[in-house]
């Protein structure tokens, strides 16, 4: 069935079109679906009873059902979400001085077999829907009581894999009559599809594209992200180079510190080097212990060594802070599995 929620306000005029309904109608489910949150045809008050058994009965809405919230020492939470076929996702939102902001999955599972990351590790299941990145925002609100301001689409799954159903949900989440959330307040992660952000690019949108570098050299990034065997770091920063001379947005690269493997002054003045001349801003995560994964954080004084290095050479580097980790819910340790409350 046709998920209501994932249409933008012309298409849901036109799935509506063989109930005869007046144009308004449209409207008000449309208000309903991205502005209001609401979950089923039946919390839709202003409709007639019929109509919304009928439009239950004929249409899909995705939702999000609550199977777990956990709360960590930080004031972030992991939820794990059920959706309507059964499948579970994971989305964190995490509280600023500015407001809350959310962490939203693209994918259940993921493709991409990053070394460091938990996502990956129960495999990959399927695409999510524009409804069911927009469910995870609603469901979240709804247990907060608050609106969410900001996005990362930093959760499970590589977002650029999931193209269509991406931009869509990026364009319903902006959109003036929906959660209408400025672009400039949302972040999409990558891992480097080139051809993909080549893509993007012509979109126009106005949103953060942050780059997971990870590694300043093809030899270790291919170890620890097998997307580089597809798309090299030249090609990579060729394709970012394009896509912040077309936005005029800076790219904002990812590299999660981890002890011992990519995190010495020499990997600190070779990263420099790479990215000499972009316009660009580093983000620097000490490494979110995966356990089975066998990876270690680099200390504080390699850390700050790093972004020293990286100061110096005229880069502006900035250093996570870690939200959410005593629960899991920290970059690279969601999972569709789930994780139990202790």
Same mark, same amino acid.
């Given at each position: 069935?046709? +998920?209501?929620?994932? /249409?933008?306000? +012309?298409?849901?005029?036109?799935?509506?079109?063989?109930?005869?309904?007046?144009?308004?109608?449209?409207?008000?489910?449309?208000?309903?679906?991205?502005?209001?949150?609401?979950?089923?045809?039946?919390?839709?008050?202003?409709?007639?009873?019929?109509?919304?058994?009928?439009?239950?009965?004929?249409?899909?809405?995705?939702?999000?059902?609550?199977?777990?919230?956990?709360?960590?020492? %930080?004031? !972030?939470?992991?939820?794990?979400?059920?959706?309507?076929?059964?499948?579970?996702?994971?989305?964190?939102?995490? $509280?600023?001085?500015?407001?809350?902001?959310?962490? &939203?999955?693209? *994918?259940?599972?993921?493709?991409?077999?990053?070394?460091?990351?938990?996502?990956?590790?129960?495999?990959?299941?399927?695409?999510?829907?524009?409804?069911?990145?927009?469910?995870? @925002?609603?469901?979240?609100?709804? +247990?907060?009581?608050? !609106?969410?301001?900001?996005?990362?689409?930093?959760?499970?799954?590589?977002?650029?894999?999931?193209?269509?159903?991406?931009?869509?949900?990026?364009?319903?989440?902006?959109?003036?009559?929906?959660?209408? @959330?400025? *672009?400039?307040?949302?972040?999409?992660?990558?891992?480097?599809?080139?051809?993909?952000?080549?893509? #993007?690019?012509?979109?126009?949108?106005?949103?953060?594209?942050? &780059?997971? #570098?990870?590694?300043?050299?093809?030899?270790?990034? +291919?170890?620890?992200?097998?997307?580089?065997?597809?798309?090299?770091?030249?090609?990579? #920063?060729?394709?970012?180079?394009?896509?912040?001379?077309?936005?005029?947005?800076?790219? %904002?690269?990812?590299?999660?510190?981890?002890?011992?493997?990519?995190?010495?002054?020499?990997?600190?003045?070779?990263?420099?080097?790479?990215?000499?001349?972009?316009?660009?801003? &580093?983000? /620097?995560?000490?490494?979110?212990?995966?356990?089975?994964?066998?990876?270690? $954080?680099?200390?504080?004084?390699?850390?700050?060594?790093?972004?020293?290095?990286?100061?110096?050479?005229?880069?502006? &580097?900035?250093? $996570?802070?870690?939200?959410?980790?005593?629960?899991? !819910?920290?970059?690279?340790? /969601?999972?569709?599995?789930?994780?139990?409350?202790?």
């Amino acid at each position: 069935m046709t +998920d209501l929620r994932s /249409l933008y306000p +012309d298409e849901l005029q036109s799935a509506l079109a063989p109930l005869g309904l007046p144009d308004y109608r449209a409207k008000q489910i449309f208000d309903w679906l991205q502005r209001r949150g609401a979950q089923s045809a039946g919390e839709m008050a202003n409709l007639p009873k019929d109509l919304r058994a009928q439009i239950g009965g004929q249409f899909a809405i995705s939702s999000c059902e609550m199977m777990q919230m956990q709360e960590s020492t %930080s004031g !972030a939470r992991k939820y794990l979400f059920r959706l309507n076929d059964g499948e579970t996702i994971e989305s964190v939102v995490m $509280r600023y001085t500015y407001g809350y902001s959310i962490c &939203v999955s693209t *994918q259940a599972g993921c493709k991409m077999a990053c070394a460091f990351c938990a996502s990956g590790q129960h495999g990959f299941t399927r695409d999510l829907l524009p409804g069911e990145m927009l469910a995870q @925002i609603h469901a979240a609100q709804t +247990d907060l009581g608050q !609106a969410i301001s900001h996005i990362v689409l930093m959760g499970m799954g590589e977002p650029l894999d999931n193209y269509g159903n991406t931009v869509k949900f990026l364009r319903l989440a902006t959109h003036p009559e929906g959660l209408n @959330i400025g *672009q400039r307040k949302i972040s999409l992660s990558t891992c480097g599809l080139v051809s993909r952000i080549e893509q #993007l690019a012509g979109e126009r949108l106005g949103v953060t594209l942050s &780059v997971s #570098l990870h590694a300043p050299n093809d030899e270790l990034r +291919d170890e620890l992200m097998p997307v580089n065997k597809a798309y090299p770091i030249k090609a990579l #920063l060729a394709a970012c180079g394009r896509y912040a001379k077309a936005t005029g947005r800076r790219i %904002s690269f990812e590299y999660a510190l981890l002890r011992g493997v990519n995190d010495s002054p020499g990997h600190a003045r070779e990263l420099a080097s790479r990215l000499k001349g972009l316009l660009c801003h &580093v983000n /620097l995560i000490p490494a979110n212990p995966v356990p089975e994964l066998g990876f270690h $954080r680099s200390k504080p004084e390699q850390v700050r060594a790093f972004q020293g290095i990286l100061e110096q050479a005229g880069l502006t &580097v900035t250093v $996570r802070r870690s939200l959410g980790g005593d629960i899991a !819910a920290a970059c690279g340790q /969601l999972s569709k599995g789930g994780t139990p409350c202790e």
